[in-house]
């Protein structure tokens, strides 16, 4: 199991992949939905990206009331 | 289908349906692409009775309050049957709201007996205000076995095998207490009575015939009350099926369709808009020469379905497309909020109408609804059978407050006479909502006379609901309110929340305070948040009470600022 740092850091990659924005453009404080300019059924595409990586299940809802990056990883990371 | 008018309540339907078609499928539960549960209907029975007789055995009477807080599965309607078996009313609360809220509405329903999902329960018993829930039952499903749960009992143990006893009720009985809104205010619960469900039913399965056979893909939330009747009561007193799903994610939602051959399935604006767009992605990578086969193909169905729908001729002509969707699909329909009318032709050209429409839960649902006769993608449709329209003090373009009567409207607000009576004036409810009836009788929208905002998710926002996340910033005063409250505009796309700060006398609005604001709002659900600030430095109007005067506060800020005066977060 990587840190929450590690876990932080490939989500931003997998979200600056997905949404092609440069990674460089996204902080793990950021609100994803202001700053990718995605509403909740994109964020859910991610969320299905995110499992793939990881080879988790993260039921939808784990994205209730999350929207910034950190907190995000903060969930994949309880359930590695 | 069964003949409703036979029927004095929810549960007498129901129970006939369940003994009417004991072999067909009723209910199907898929996660991702697993598939949790198939029930007959003579299975829904065997699951449903041995909780109705341990909830009797619990004390549940006739007019017991039960709530139900649960994403969209089979225990939802299982346990939902089980309560209206037993006479009891049914709080469906929204599982997407705070743990919080939930308690909020729990105490305001006075609701006894409560069914949630352990993710859910398990929030609620680290929330603040937690030790005053009085419900006094509390049934958990899917704990997992070594699962702390408190005082609450397991669902999938709470059962009895010996024969319940059906507690009848009367078509004027309350059958549910629905909230439209109001967790931060005054809590707005809908009263709606069992002939308000059952005359709803009626209208719409006349408009849209479900049948044995019929799928109906459920991905709405079931406390919904679009999916309550169209996913729940209109397919079983049908004899037709539901599908769950218990995700929203597109890729499983497209699998759903193939896997199991849907016919009908309700969507809000934004599911909708996420199909076009995969659509259209689609169709712009194919080849050249297919890609203009199909647009030819397109164009011609256009042309051949323009005065009603052919899907015999649309399924043959873009056999492809219909594939996609698993061949049986006859319609979607979509409400909740505005869908653009460039989105509804997208799918009408293709042979998929969508049906439109309006309403509210006030309303027992569906007050309008498009009927393709013929299709039109710039109205939300003509009033349902048995549903009256007026247009209150109409401008000189025919504009006014939509108001409707009918049988299905609720009875009233649970414990707030005074908000009932200002919002069903001599039998007619008001919406709040501005509109025009066009020649051919169908109900044009553009924009709303209340304070508050829905978005494309089809949520209903309520400035009052998240003036508590601002509570304490260091302000004089401040207010939230739907920006078009304070300045009319005739759309329904794109509406915002701003608040109005009031600095303390003497003072500026620093930028610890803007920053202080930002965060407070980061912290809010995205799709609750306020899009920006607006200066003032006058004293707010108070009632006897110190309660802001929203009203004559809306009409100082329109009197005397323009909109450009918001600065944005």
């Known amino acids: 199991m990587g840190s929450l740092q590690n ?64 907190t995000l990883a903060e969930r994949i990371q309880l359930r590695l | 289908m069964l003949d409703l008018h036979k029927y004095q309540s929810l549960g007498e339907a129901l129970r006939a349906a369940l003994e009417r078609w004991p072999n067909e499928v009723c209910l199907i539960e898929a996660d991702r692409d697993r598939e949790n549960a198939r029930l007959t209907y003579r299975q829904f029975k065997q699951a449903a009775l041995p909780l109705a ?92 076995a070594n699962a702390d749960i408190g005082a609450a009992k397991r669902w999938e143990d709470f059962n009895d095998a010996r024969e319940p006893v059906f507690v009848p009720r009367k078509r004027e009985d309350a059958a549910s207490i629905v909230y439209s809104s109001g ?29 044995p056979g019929v799928r109906y893909l459920s991905i709405l939330p079931t406390n919904h009350a679009i999916d309550f009747m169209i996913g729940f009561i209109g397919p079983f007193t049908c004899g037709a099926a539901v599908v769950h799903l218990r995700t929203l994610r597109p890729e499983y939602i497209r699998e759903a369709f193939t896997r ?53 001729l649309s399924r043959a002509l873009l056999r492809q497309v219909h594939e996609a969707f698993g061949g049986e699909l006859r319609a979607f329909f979509v409400g909740g909020a505005f869908t653009e009318p460039s989105t509804l032709q997208f799918f009408y050209d293709l042979g998929i109408p969508v049906g439109n429409g309006y309403g509210c839960t006030e309303a027992g649902t569906v007050i309008t609804v498009n009927d393709f006769k013929p299709f039109r993608a710039d109205t939300v449709g003509k009033p349902l059978p048995g549903m009256e ?7 000189s373009e025919g504009i006014g407050e939509v108001s409707v009567r009918g049988k299905t409207i609720m009875s009233k607000y649970l414990d707030e006479p005074d908000m009932t ?17 066009d020649t051919a009788g169908h109900l044009q929208l553009f924009g709303r006379k209340k304070n508050m905002i829905v978005t494309e998710e089809g949520k209903n926002i309520y400035p009052e609901d998240i003036e508590n996340a601002f509570e304490g910033l260091s302000v004089k005063e401040f207010c939230v309110f739907a920006a078009n409250y304070l300045w009319p505009a005739r759309t329904l796309v794109g509406e915002q929340l701003i608040i109005v700060l009031h600095p303390e006398d003497g003072r500026a609005i620093s930028q610890g305070l803007v920053a202080n604001v930002a965060d407070r709002n980061r912290r809010l659900l995205n799709y609750k948040r306020i899009s920006g600030y607006l200066p003032w430095d006058r004293d707010f109007p108070l009632t006897a009470s110190l309660k802001i005067k929203r009203g004559e506060l809306a009409k100082q800020i329109r009197a ?3 909109r450009s005066a918001v600065v944005p977060l």
């Not at chain 1, 990674?23 to 300019?37: I, N, S, T, V, W």
């Not at chain 2, 909830?55 to 994403?71: C, N, P």
């Not at chain 2, 329209?389 to 401008?395: A, E, F, G, H, W």
């Not at chain 2, 200002?422 to 009836?437: E, K, N, P, S, Y």
């Open chain 2, 389 to 395: 329209v007026r247009i209150l003090s109409p401008d």
């Open chain 2, 53 to 144: 007789k341990a909830l009797q055995d619990s004390g549940f009477k006739s007019g017991t309050r039960a709530a139900i807080i649960m994403t969209n599965q089979s225990k939802w309607l299982i346990s939902a049957y089980a309560i209206f078996f037993c006479g009891g009313v049914l709080v469906p609360l929204d599982y997407k709201l705070s743990a919080a809220e939930q308690l909020q509405l729990l105490a305001h329903s006075k609701a006894e007996f409560l069914v949630a999902e352990y993710y859910l329960w398990r929030a609620i018993m680290q929330a603040e205000g937690f030790k005053d829930l009085a419900a006094r039952t509390v049934l958990v499903t899917e704990a997992p």
């Open chain 2, 260 to 312: 199991y051959k849907i016919t009908y399935m309700t969507l809000v604006p934004m599911i909708l808009k996420n199909l076009e767009r995969g659509l259209r992605q689609r169709f712009a990578d194919l080849p050249k020469g297919r890609r203009r086969v199909l647009d030819a193909l397109i164009a011609t169905n256009r042309t051949l379905t323009r005065r009603r729908p052919n899907l015999k």
């Open chain 1, 7 to 70: 876990t932080t850091e490939e989500v931003l990659r997998l979200a600056s992949e997905h949404f092609k924005v440069p990674r460089e453009q996204l902080a793990p404080d950021d609100d994803f939905f202001k700053k990718l300019g995605i509403n909740s059924l994109q964020a859910l595409d991610l969320l299905t990206r995110i499992e793939h990586h990881f080879k988790i299940e993260l039921p939808d809802y784990e994205l209730q009331g999350v929207s910034d990056f950190r």
């Open chain 2, 421 to 437: 009576a200002q919002t069903i004036v001599d039998g007619w409810l008001l919406t709040g909502d501005l509109g025009r009836i």
């Open chain 2, 183 to 211: 967790t931060g205010g005054r809590p707005k619960g809908c009263v709606l009575t069992h002939g308000n469900y059952l005359e709803q039913c009626m209208a719409l399965t006349a408009l849209y015939p479900f049948y």
């Open chain 2, 560 to 562: 005397n600022v323009e």
